[in-house]
């Protein structure tokens, strides 16, 4: 399996299923879905890159679930606050 590698973490490809729930003119089934190595037993989110740009964010568990769609604005956004550990949990040390 194929792996891609960020400065922070590594992604491997994961086979897409396809849904009902298709945003905007993609079909899921065209996309290739990431989901990262640190994810460990599945429960965890997978993204596929639009060719416009911006993501599609979809839950592993649940592929049938409607995903989320980013722009690229947004994505960026949202991986700066991660870095910066703004969604850290306080609670665990």
Known sequence: MPV???????????????????PDAYK???LTFYTSSFSGGGDCVEVA?????????????????APLTFTISEWAAFLSGVCNGEFDNPQVT
């Open 4 to 22: 891609h590698s960020s400065e922070h973490a590594s992604f491997r490809v994961v086979n897409s299923s396809g849904g009902k729930h298709m």
């Open 28 to 30: 899921l089934q065209d």
């Open 49 to 65: 890159h639009l060719a416009g740009g911006g993501v599609i964010v979809r839950d592993s568990k649940n592929r049938s679930r």
